[in-house]
Every structure is written in C-alpha cells, then in structure tokens.
C-alpha cells in the first residue's frame, strides 16, 4: 500500500518555525489581518479618504473631490478635571451640513453620513494637556475598522503612501491614521503559565535566523497597541512630536524609539527597510532608570490575555510636518505573539563551621535545630541552582538591584569574573563545586553556564561572617538581591524578582548575671550556707543552687521570652531595702530591652537576718527581690 502525505506551504511554514524556534519559546501565530482600505482600494462613488475639515484641501496624489470633509469631528469635554477634544463617532458627525465650526459644536446626524474604513487624517497633538485629543478604540473602529485581508509580501511586509502635503502656510501639521487588527487563540496551558507568573508575553517577527524570531515591531511614525480592545504600554514615535495622547480614557505618554541606538542595528534594519528602519525593541538596550540591558521590558500584555479567542489592533499613525517627511516609508510587518518561558532558578544561602575550629575538618551545617547566635563566627556558603528543564543559564550572577531597600548584613556581588563581599574583592579564593560533588573544585568562572537542573555551590574561608546584634533584632541574617543569567540567546537576560536571602539565627543569646549579699553578714569564700534561685520562663525552667558574695551567670537565654526570678531562703531572712522590692513573690526581666548591655541583665539580692531566728528556724520560702537597673555594675 502507498500512503501519499500532503503538506500545505501554510503547514511547512509553521513546521519550519517550530523547527527553528528554541526550547521554552512558543509562537502564537496572529491571524486574520486586516487593514484599513487605501484610496487606491476604494471603488468609484465612493469617497476615498476622511479629513477634519480645515485639512481637507491637503492632497497629495488625489483630489479634493475624493476626500471627505468632515465637520465637527472633535467635541470638547471633561473627563476627569481635564479638557479634552474628544473625537465624535462616526455616526455624528456630517460632511454636508451648515457647521462652520469644527470643535465644540453639537451636531445631528445629517442626511449625509460619513463612511468609515478610510485613511482618516486629522490634526496632531501639540503634547499640552488642554489641547490633547482623546480617542476611544471603539470610535476608531468606525473610522478605520475593515474587513479586508491583507496581502504580506514574501517577507511579511506591507508599505503604503501617504496622501497628504505639507501645509504651505506652516500652520497645519496633519498625521494620517490606519489601523491593523488581527486574532490569535491562548490555549489554557498557556493562560496558566502567564497567568503564574512563569512566563512572558511578547510581540516580535518571524526570522530567519538561528532563533526564528526578532522582538522587534518595525513601524513609522506613531503606533499604539491595543489588546481585546484594551490600551498597552506599546505606544511609541519615531520622533517627539506627538508626545502625549488619550486613549480609552486614559493620558498615554508615547516612547521615542529615536533616543536609543539599536544593539544590532544592520541586522534589524534590514527586518525593518519598509519603515525606514524605525522599530520598537522588546528588550532594554541600555542599562539606565532602573532598566537592565537585555531583559525583556516590562509588558502588560499578559494581565490583558484571555483563553480562548483574543483581538489586537494596531493604531499607526504617519506625521505630514514637513516636506522631508514626504519621501518617509511607511509600513508594517506581519507580527506574532511569543511565549517565553522564564527561566526558574534560586539562589540560597547557608552558614557553616569546621568542626573543632579546624578548617581542613569536617563541616558542619547550621539548621533550624542548630542556629548561629550574637557573636558566633560562621562560613557564608552560596547556591545557585537551575531548575528549568529547558534552559542552560549563561553568565550567571547576583547582584543588589534597588538601592532604596534594605541593605542587608550580607552584601554580595557576583559574576562570572569576580566576586566581591561585603566591598571586598575576595574573587582568588572562592572555590565552586558543580552538582554537590566536592572532589573538585573550580573558579568563579563556573558561572559562565549552568544546565538544565545543575547547581554551583560557592564556599571560601574569606565568606566569614560574624553574627551581631542587627541579626538578633532583625531574626535572621539577611541578603538582598536578584539572581540574573542569560538564556534563549546570549543577548537576552533574564533577572529573578529581587528578593531577601535569610538565614534564621537563635534568640538564645541572653545573659543573667545573679549576686546575692548578706547585709554584716559572713561572706567568707570558706562559709557553706548557699541559697536557690529558680528561673522560669514560658518554655522551662531551671534552679541554681548559689553562695553569697558570688556572681553566677546563667546564658543561652532567649532574649524574647520574659524571665521570672524566685530566690528561697530560710525564712529568718528579709531584703534590706524593702523600699526597692516588688509585692509580688517574684520578678520578672525582658533581656530583649538589655540591648545596649549585649542583652545581658543584672540581679543583685541584698537580705540580712531578721532579729528572732529561732523562730523562723528550718522554715523556708520565696522572697521579694530586686531587678537592679541594667546599667548597675556587680
């Protein structure tokens, strides 16, 4: 038998792509494109592009005749404390009425009506707020919404002329608008990873090169994104000249994708010819503002997506300021959306110590059973690990990104070429162990790649850190940064959400001094008579047996805890100055407000003898005492 397999150029298309894209990247492909008809495409009887009325004599390569007049296409109003020239519907405005006013004017629908799917050219923004135009996405539909395809070129491009001249008073700028819309479908796998937090969602073109695909989106002069009808952060210019605009009721303030230089500037402006090479990156290319080079800018296309049938369309707007501007090429590419898988990797941080003080020992590791304390000298030793299944990490790295949080008692700068620590460069004697084995090690250039599922342990005997009150009061010794690494192709860089590195320490770290005094009595190193204090808190308690004239110090208190303090002694005893003593039994010290001491706390008990003994002879019981002030000296 014979089996004959056919395959669609659509299908090898999506085939190669699949073939060419990387692990952990998925393109969705954005389907049925349309685009606002050009005059050339209007049949005759028809009107073959709109204009706001004081433009509509304006034309290049078509006649008054064929242009709409358009009356009253803006009115004012007042959204939220602003004045605003908001365009009408369709549906309201006229080109045949008596309206000599273009703006403010309320006007009923007349008996010649405006037909949308045109070229619409109107006036531009001058980027002051009193002046500023206000559009919504669905009064654009009614101007430039079609239902006509497409037609890409081999490459996916598509170029059109503009049809306006320059105004030879120099007192009418105009800007042309067209509009692109295309679907695409989110499966729920998909929904869920971006929805998580696991991935990105990013526009860019099909490529043919090694990766299939480019983040960028070549366009020309103005364009503005929208999702399910719902405005993005994409709204860009070529140059400052629109600056600012209100879409869907809200202020946009437009990037000028002329203030950066591209990173791979032929190769990219020969994806974007059609354009004059003006394109929108999807990544930072310069590290300023709190941007990093090669991460992927901050989008809002993810919150916007939905599972199931998605719409997107592109606003394109084309600057006539000037008779340079004539000879612009305008056009765009046949964009798709890409889901980026992020990488997943963690870093984490442990203390350790040789056991014995000897530091060719053993080591031993800290845990939340066994947990460092004020003054304890540990090790700092540092994991990096990569959990992602699909992504070998490059240039791996750990760095403070924001200033304005808290520093942290750790402070680590790490890459593949150095190493520094709290402002010390220790990078010679750091030792890297791959995947737990510590029969070798290595230098700190081991960061220069880590696979799927591989760790880097970082340890050096110069990572020392003693434990110090600013740990005891923020409970745990603390890192703060953002693991970053390079993935999917050298230039792009993925950084982990800062976050803080902490290591638990023990509270256990209190002191007790206890001294107890005989007022004229024998306090002789040779006299046997000793008394017993007790010492409660809410987790245990213990005794101690004590002699006068003595200091006795009780440690590895924990220093949150309130400590109770009960003396017994024969009852033929009493505290000398009653005046200083509590009424209640027994007394109570926070060693937590000892800070300023080392969180250590002073008692001294000073008693004497009552004047009839032998009545209280063999009899015994708790008495007052007294909590001196921390700063008594013993």
Not at 114 to 139: A, E, H, P
Not at 613 to 631: A, E, H, T, W
């Amino acid at each position: 038998m014979t089996v004959f397999v056919f395959i669609t150029y659509d299908n090898l298309q999506n085939i190669q792509a699949e073939r060419n894209l990387p692990l952990g990247v998925t393109e969705v492909e954005l389907t049925n494109w349309t685009k606002t008809r050009e005059p050339e495409e209007i049949g005759d009887g028809e009107k073959k592009m709109n204009s706001h009325s004081d433009r509509v004599e304006l034309n290049e390569g078509i006649s008054a005749e064929d242009v709409e007049s358009i009356d009253g296409l803006y009115k004012n109003v007042k959204e939220d404390g602003k004045n605003y020239l908001k365009l009408r519907t369709i549906k309201d405005v006229s080109s045949s009425s008596d309206i000599t006013e273009n703006i403010n004017v309320d006007t009923n629908k007349s008996e010649s009506e405006v037909s949308g799917n045109k070229v619409l050219r109107t006036m531009i923004n001058s980027g002051n707020d009193t002046q500023l135009i206000s559009y919504s996405v669905d009064d654009l539909y009614g101007y430039l919404q079609s239902d006509k395809p497409i037609k890409w070129d081999n490459e996916g491009k598509i170029t059109w002329d503009l049809h306006t001249c320059v105004d030879t008073q120099g007192n009418l700028n105009s800007i042309e608008w067209r509009m692109l819309s295309a679907s695409f479908e989110i499966t729920d796998k998909q929904i869920r990873l971006l929805q998580d937090g696991n991935a990105y969602a990013v526009l860019g073109i099909p490529a043919d090169n090694k990766y299939g695909f480019e983040l960028i989106m070549p366009y020309n002069n103005v364009a503005s994104v929208f999702l399910n009808k719902k405005t993005t952060n994409i709204n860009y210019e070529t140059r400052r000249l629109l600056e600012k605009q209100r879409l869907n009721s809200k202020d946009i303030d437009y990037e000028n994708t002329s203030s950066y230089t591209c990173s791979n500037a032929t190769y990219h402006n020969s994806l974007s010819n059609h354009t004059d090479g003006y394109h929108i990156h999807m990544e930072d290319l310069s590290e300023n503002a709190g941007k990093i080079k090669g991460t992927l800018m901050e989008m809002d296309l993810e919150e916007k997506l939905v599972m199931g049938k998605n719409t997107i369309d592109i606003l394109i707007g084309n600057f006539i300021t000037s008779d340079s501007l004539k000879n612009n090429s305008c056009g765009f590419s046949k964009i798709n959306l890409y889901i980026i898988e992020m990488p997943q990797m963690e870093i984490s941080m442990k203390f350790y110590k040789y056991k014995n003080g000897k530091k060719d020992g053993q080591v031993v590791y800290f845990d939340d059973d066994y947990r460092p304390t004020n003054g304890d000298e540990v090790y700092v030793r540092i994991d990096i690990q990569n959990n992602s299944n699909k992504y070998t990490l490059k240039n791996l790295g750990f760095t403070k990104l924001n200033t304005n949080k808290n520093e942290g008692t750790i402070r680590l700068n790490i890459s593949p070429d150095s190493f520094i620590y709290n402002e010390n460069t220790i990078t010679d004697d750091i030792r890297c162990y791959k995947n737990g084995d510590t029969s070798e090690a290595y230098d700190i250039s081991s960061l220069k790649s880590l696979e799927p599922g591989g760790r880097i342990t970082i340890m050096s005997d110069s990572l020392k850190y003693t434990v110090s009150k600013a740990d005891i009061i923020n409970n745990s010794i603390i890192c703060v940064g953002s693991v970053r690494a390079n993935y999917i192709r050298d230039e792009l860089e993925f950084i982990n959400v800062e976050k803080d590195m902490k290591v638990p320490i023990s509270k256990d770290c209190g002191v007790l001094n206890i001294k107890c005094t005989i007022q004229n009595g024998d306090q002789d190193s040779n006299n046997e008579e000793k008394f017993l204090v007790n010492i409660s808190s809410d987790k245990g308690f213990a005794n101690l047996s004590i002699k006068p004239g003595h200091t006795y110090s009780v440690k590895n208190l924990n220093i949150s805890e309130w400590h109770y303090i009960n003396l017994i002694v024969p009852q033929d005893y009493e505290v000398v100055n009653s005046t200083t003593s509590k009424r209640s039994i027994q007394n109570k010290i926070f060693l937590n407000q000892q800070s300023i001491e080392n969180y250590t706390g002073n008692i001294e008990i000073q008693l004497k003898k009552k004047n009839n003994p032998y009545f209280y002879k063999n009899k015994q019981g708790k008495i007052n005492i007294n909590v001196l002030d921390k700063s008594k000296d013993l």
